[in-house]
């Protein structure tokens, strides 16, 4: 497997107080490590995050216990918490799971619901796009909008929950030129099932984009 970058201490711009302060810290520290900012294996600490996001210790310690409900951190005992190693029976697992709950967004929309020119627009940036980072967050973009279509907001939580956890498989997996191309092509064959109004065929392709960026994901944890 190739080796991971270690943890950027990098300097986070302050969270303006305007934002509901819980909720943007949770998502300043999963973008941290959807990013790769925080490698998989690195230690995260309330002290340094504080320090960082210029915010007390409880938001951020609430932040990291719901991190590490959703699977994405662990921790270690006086130690504080580390960023979950990747490891192929996880990836197997959550993969799945995920493929299952975007079809059954999909399913259940209104075919006037999804917003077919955005979701366009992102599949043709998609495809301009060499950048792993950039890839990662119009793919994750294109994949919001397919799920908020189905008005369903507990369904989008868990599918927004999975995918921070699953982040840091599909960065590292962004970086395999044979998977961008596949990726591209089931972004183009999703948006002409969604163009011909064939959800249950909009739905399929879902699952099987998963189950390839997994068999992807596999490939290069071997």
Known sequence: ??????????????????????????????????????????????????????????????????????????????RGFAVRPLDGREAANLYPILGTLEALAVRGANPAGFDVPALTNLAQDLARSGDPLGRWRLDTTFHDLLVDAAANPPLSTMTRALRTNLSRYELASAREADHQKHSDQ????????LRGGDLERAAQLVTEKWADSLRTVLSWLQ
């Open 1 to 78: 497997m190739p080796a991971m970058a270690d943890a950027v201490d990098t300097v986070e711009a302050p969270i303006p107080r305007s934002e509901p302060l819980r909720e943007a810290v949770y998502a300043r520290i999963a973008g941290m490590v959807a990013r790769g900012e925080l490698a998989p294996g690195s230690p995260v600490t309330e002290a340094t995050l504080t320090r960082q996001l210029g915010v007390s210790r409880t938001p951020v310690r609430e932040a990291l216990l719901r991190l590490e409900a959703e699977g994405v951190l662990q921790s270690a005992l006086a």
């Open 186 to 193: 089931w972004h183009r064959d999703i948006l002409a099932a």
